[in-house]
């Protein structure tokens, strides 16, 4: 098949403005508008206002091009979009095509008799998507997510462009994925199923507790598209071992290529229905082993001659969700090759408003920072759009298990005969896409809505969005998984208990979403109430770093988590008030702006680190954390870990020590783990500590555990060790230690992991709030040595944070406790000239 892309020679104009620009391809609207100079940056101040007024109007795309030599001979060509936002009109050599009406498909069209072969002219018209969805709302008035347009509902276009209570309202448009056009001889590869058989020996690696696979039998189901004449068009046919026509005669067969990740080749010819591969090395999560892959080919053929071929790069795995009653309910586990795993990640919103800003690049700077924090698993939200290949490219790499929401959240729809053609086909083509992922962890109906709309009663209008959402989630899109991909686990809803309006955020089964700490105004001891079976999403905010609220002001009077520009960069807006609630209760008042930056990212970065440890220590009951969110897609207050310009947050640092492998965690008895909350306060003067250690790894653990109890300078005044063994995937808790003489303002406790020698975990844990502790002076310093930073303290210094001018440091460790000693961090990224240290002590 013959493929020639047309990303040359594109012009775009506003309709009713006479001026072409010059515009990208793949590419959006606003993009090409902020590239000509015809608007300002929409995150500046509040520059959004402006550039939403921008999609009140329709634009139109248009490129001139030769066809390439040969491509004319091809019995059929198809002219491919594979991303259009969203509602558009396609012309070619002025005649209509077709009206695409999702981002979520490809749209593909005949153009062979309409092709030139000089001087053809594609033209495509983006209608506005603010008018479509007001009509559409008009029409049938379908609710949803306050924070967003109303209409959103209506339209297959991803949700967060229309707001949400961490994103702006910039309703982008574009071709924002590539365009082509294919020369088809005969037949070409429609899609490649692949299903796994593993056949395990019943025994386990030396030294380890991984299953050992003897052999994994690879079956294959090859769909080919046969060009047919003018009436009938092209259709599918499956030729799983081979096939000939009985109307033209010609045998169509295919052989497959498979390149173990050394480097060896094997070919398969004669259309094998399956291919049996001795020795598997199998795909594991990050952290439970090495993720191998395997390159796919598959060559179809008519009567010797080679037509098209699909190369995939797949994992030999076996991925499921284990779900099994047990004495606290049901469990509700990732299974890895019969090995359940602690998931432990965020949840993936969408990169940025501007599309076209997207690209393999930025998303692996991102994922690099997941792996980075130790994750292993990443959650795609249902209110954005399916990612581009290479996020799962990305994430088969570095071993991030997906759990892929289809595009539906915080919402009702209405079921109409051409939405649901819309999203069957939706269905469909994204399965077929990503179901050969190695990283593919299961299929997810929806964000939100059954535990939304049915146990709440929100947004719903009329009885006929109850049967359309049974309709939806419970029988169109479960069938559609289980003929297209049947390997793959599906899940109706996230949270949900399984589905059937059942208790869907019962903590006892299935996932959960909890907000009590943040949206209830809850303390973060209130983790320790539940004991979650797997939790998808819980969070809490903090602002960026100065250096990204930069990206939107310059202004000092803006400077401020009140005023009118700080608040337009916080879409839920009573937030930043909450952010000084949880604060009035941990810290002193901040005494400048960049203080309460560090102060609130502390703040951030305790509530979840107090929420994941103790969900670790409760593995096997509890068996996933990931929490609410990665990353942003504007600069703007928020939950993620790393901000809109890459920065990491002091929680991003924090997640990579409470998901290490191996860690430490420490349940503390004092004041900080009393029945606080915003209006009282009753202390608790037990003063005492259980350790606890944690073992995510395949082996069993030999680990020495050290604490001390120490006063402000740090001086030792107590101190304890023990040896254990740690068995594979379990955590295990050692005894109690009381302190009864202990002064809860001014004594503190240190502790630490030591395996093979080195120090692999460690913390610190006070009795009292951070601020009513007696800190002294630790007066920090610091010195490079090569590609380290050396810090020491003179006194207890409680997460120190390290700056540089640009504040775009990336370090091994940040936001560390020193016990007034030195720490050696070594600098992955970033300018150490000018560096800046701080601690809680300086939040005064």
């Not at 015809?38 to 101040?45: A, L, R, T």
């Not at 919402?411 to 896409?433: C, D, G, H, M, S």
């Not at 995510?696 to 001390?708: S, Y």
Request: aromatic share 14%.
């Amino acid at each position: 098949m013959k493929q020639q892309f047309l990303h040359e020679n594109w012009e775009m104009r506003q309709i009713g403005n006479d001026e072409f620009l010059p515009a990208a391809v793949p590419g959006s609207v606003y993009g090409d508008l902020l590239s000509n100079g015809k608007m300002e940056n929409p995150f500046w101040k509040d520059n959004e206002n402006d550039a939403c007024e921008l999609m009140e109007e329709d634009y139109e795309y248009v490129s001139h091009f030769d066809c390439e030599e040969g491509l004319l001979d091809s019995d059929r060509v198809v002219l491919r979009f594979d991303g259009i936002d969203t509602v558009g009109d396609v012309y070619l050599n002025e005649i209509h095509l077709g009206s695409p009406l999702s981002m979520h498909r490809v749209w593909e069209y005949d153009v062979k008799e309409i092709l030139h072969e000089k001087d053809n002219e594609l033209k495509v018209i983006l209608h506005s998507p603010n008018k479509w969805i007001r009509e559409a709302f008009k029409k049938c008035r379908t609710l949803g997510n306050d924070d967003t347009f109303e209409g959103f509902v209506h339209l297959r276009k991803a949700h967060y462009m229309f707001g949400w209570d961490w994103g702006a309202h910039l309703p982008d448009a574009g071709i924002f994925r590539p365009v082509s056009l294919l020369g088809i001889n005969t037949a070409r590869i429609d899609s490649v199923y692949i299903k796994q058989t593993h056949e395990r020996t019943g025994e386990t690696e030396p030294g380890t507790v991984r299953p050992i696979t003897k052999s994994v039998t690879l079956t294959f189901d090859v769909e080919q598209e046969v060009v047919g004449n003018a009436e009938r068009g092209p259709k599918l046919k499956n030729i799983t071992g081979g096939h000939t026509c009985k109307k033209c005669g010609k045998a169509y067969t295919y052989t497959v290529e498979i390149t173990a990740p050394d480097g060896s080749k094997t070919l398969y010819e004669n259309s094998p229905v399956e291919v049996k591969i001795d020795d598997p090395k199998l795909w594991w999560p990050n952290g439970y082993g090495e993720q191998n892959l395997y390159e796919v080919k598959v060559t179809l053929f008519s009567d010797g001659v080679a037509l098209d071929e699909w190369t995939r790069r797949i994992g030999l795995r076996t991925m499921t969700m284990h779900i099994e009653k047990d004495e606290w309910g049901e469990c509700f586990a990732h299974q890895v090759n019969g090995v359940d795993v602690f998931a432990m990640g965020a949840d993936y919103i969408p990169e940025d408003n501007l599309l076209g800003r997207v690209n393999p690049e930025t998303t692996r700077k991102l994922l690099e920072k997941a792996k980075f924090a130790n994750y292993n698993a990443i959650r795609v939200w249902g209110g954005g759009y399916y990612p581009s290949d290479w996020f799962y490219d990305i994430c088969d790499e570095m071993g991030l298990m997906v759990w892929q929401d289809f595009m539906f959240a915080c919402a009702v729809y209405e079921l109409t005969p051409e939405f649901e053609a819309n999203i069957r086909q939706e269905f469909i083509e994204n399965v077929k896409r990503l179901r050969h992922h190695a990283s593919l962890g299961l299929w997810c109906g929806n964000n939100e809505m059954e535990q939304f709309v049915f146990e709440r009663n929100s947004w719903l209008t009329k009885p006929s969005e109850v049967k359309d959402y049974f309709l939806m989630f419970e029988r169109i899109i479960p069938e559609i998984v289980h003929e297209y991909d049947p390997q793959t686990f599906y899940w109706p809803a996230s949270p949900s208990s399984g589905g059937c309006l059942d208790e869907p955020n019962d903590p006892n089964r299935g996932d959960v979403h909890y907000w009590k700490v943040w949206h209830g105004n809850r303390p973060f001891t209130e983790y320790r109430k539940y004991f979650f079976r797997y939790l998808s999403e819980f969070g809490f905010q903090a602002f960026p770093s100065v250096k990204t609220i930069e990206q939107f002001t310059d202004n000092e009077e803006d400077m401020n988590p009140f005023s009118y520009i700080m608040e337009k960069h916080q879409r839920q807006y009573s937030a930043n008030g909450k952010i000084m609630g949880y604060m009035q209760q941990t810290y002193k008042y901040p005494n400048s702006f960049p203080t309460f930056v560090y102060a609130s990212q502390l703040l951030q970065a305790d509530g979840i680190r107090y929420g994941v440890e103790h969900f670790r220590r409760n593995r096997g009951r509890c068996m996933g954390a990931v929490y609410w969110q990665l990353n942003d897609c504007w600069p703007v207050i928020s939950w993620s870990s790393v901000d809109y310009c890459g920065r990491l947050k002091a929680l991003h640092y924090y997640a990579k020590r409470f998901f290490a492998p191996l860690m430490i965690s420490c349940e503390e008895q004092g004041m900080m783990s009393s029945e606080a909350n915003m209006n009282r306060e009753h202390f608790v003067f037990e003063k005492s500590i259980r350790l606890n250690v944690a073992n995510e790894t395949m082996q069993d653990q030999n680990v020495t555990v050290r604490w001390a109890l120490r006063d402000p300078g740090a001086a030792v005044l107590e101190s304890g060790e023990q040896e254990l063994t740690v068995p594979a995937l379990t955590s295990t808790w050692l005894d109690k230690v009381e302190f009864p003489d202990a002064d809860i303002f001014s004594h503190y406790v240190s502790y630490e992991l030591i395996c093979d020698g080195k120090v692999v975990s460690e913390g610190t844990v006070n009795f009292s709030y951070p601020k009513y502790f007696r800190y002294e002076d630790p007066k920090l310093t610091c010195r490079v040595e090569g590609d380290e930073i050396v810090v020491s303290a003179k006194a207890y210094a409680k997460s120190v944070e390290i700056l540089n001018e640009n504040e775009d440091l990336v370090l091994e460790d940040n936001y560390f406790d020193l016990n007034a000693n030195e720490k050696r961090v070594k600098v992955i990224s970033g300018s150490t000239e000018n560096l800046r240290l701080r601690s809680v002590y300086d939040i005064r």
